[in-house]
């Protein structure tokens, strides 16, 4: 079995949020990544990034990510930055991957309602561009489709990739 969806994609650009309501709609269980390596680590990402920093939080999120891809029967989203392991981005290769694309206007919007991002703490709209701009081949290197978030829903989404997998 594989997940019927991987979701990758930017900060902010919906994976946790689009991916928990293509879930419903489609009837199957929703994991995320962030929150396996949560659960393990008994502490938020922020924490993960204080107290053994970043490194060890990519070390965290490969060995998430591959056990969920062996394992996860739904749809499942990654964390922002899980493509920036070679690794990883071999691992999705045969996977239904889909790439949630967002501009630097909407990041900024969505990213700024939410926190718990250790990486976007500071200057969160500097960091973002730079995010978006390193980032952008390896999401388009590992989908299988994008999906344009930029003025839509999270419920006009998930009915967007749902019909994505239908076809
Ligand atoms: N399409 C959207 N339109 C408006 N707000 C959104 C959209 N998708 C996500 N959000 C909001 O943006 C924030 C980040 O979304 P999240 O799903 O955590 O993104 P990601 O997991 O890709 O970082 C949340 O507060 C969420 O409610
Ligand atoms: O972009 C990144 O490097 C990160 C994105 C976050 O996930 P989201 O993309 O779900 O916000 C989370 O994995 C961590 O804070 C690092
Ligand atoms: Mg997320």
Redesign the pocket.
């Given at each position: 079995m594989a997940p019927v969806c991987v979701l990758v994609?930017p900060?902010?650009?919906?994976?946790?949020?689009?991916g928990q309501a293509l879930a419903e709609l489609l009837g199957v269980e929703f994991r995320d990544t962030d929150l396996d390596i949560e659960a393990t680590a008994g502490k938020p990402i922020s924490e993960i990034f204080i107290d053994e920093g970043e490194a060890h939080f990519r070390a965290l999120e490969r060995e998430a990510v591959a056990a969920q891809l062996a394992s996860a029967t739904g749809v499942l989203?990654l964390g922002?930055g899980a493509v920036l392991a070679e690794q990883t981005r071999a691992a999705l290769v045969g996977h239904t991957v889909v790439y949630l694309s967002v501009e630097l206007p909407d990041a900024v919007r969505?990213?700024g309602?939410?926190a718990g991002r250790p990486l976007l703490a500071v200057n969160p709209r500097a960091t973002l561009k730079h995010l978006l701009d390193q980032r952008r081949p390896y999401y388009a290197a590992v989908a299988t489709a994008t999906v344009v978030?930029d003025g839509?829903?999270?419920e006009q989404?998930a009915v967007e990739v749902a019909a994505l997998l239908a076809a």
């Open positions: 994609g900060p902010g650009s919906g994976k946790t949020t689009v989203a922002g969505r990213v309602l939410g978030t839509r829903t999270p989404l």
